[in-house]
């Protein structure tokens, strides 16, 4: 406890945001912000196992992160370093999307969308061209409302955090990774 104090991972002086950096590479117990949720999501996936996405780096990612270490045969740290990242990458920011966004994420989203909306939220974003419009907007506000989430039709954290099923990839892992929803 007195390390933990001395060191700053413990009380006024733990980090509030992340320290995550390119050029440090590494993610450990106390750090917080966008990098840990993706870690976070990212172990869930590998894991197997239900992890709460929050993005704050505590035990319980300290205990996710050394099972998935030890499951692939690195030292169990318990911290996210260069050997951790190249077997589990967590890549970088999702960007926040919202009407007027175009490109090839956009494409992805809106498959994603179409293919597993039946049975779930129902309404698909219609056509697949790379442009974020009113019906992708709406897609978007059903896929929110089946979660619970804000409906504001903008794809930020939450929207991409949130599981297309309960045994499924967030919606984030879905678009990376250009997976098909299967049939319910």
Known sequence: MLQ?????????????????????HLLQFGDQGAAVRRL???????????????????RETERALRAFQEANGLVATGRYGLKSRKILPIGEDMPLLHEGAKGD?????QTVLTDCAPGHWEIAPGGIDGVFGPATTRAV?????????LIDGVVGPNTWAAHLRDDGP?????VRTRSICVPP
């Open 4 to 24: 933990l104090l001395q060191s700053g991972k413990l009380g006024q002086e733990a980090p509030t945001a992340s320290t995550f950096s390119p050029e440090r």
């Open 40 to 58: 976070q999501s990212a172990l869930g996936e590998a894991n197997k196992v239900p992890i709460v996405v929050d993005g704050v780096f505590g």
């Open 105 to 109: 994420l956009v494409e992805r989203l």
């Open 141 to 149: 506000e059903a896929f929110q409302d089946w979660h619970g989430l």
């Open 170 to 174: 967030s919606l984030e892992i879905a």
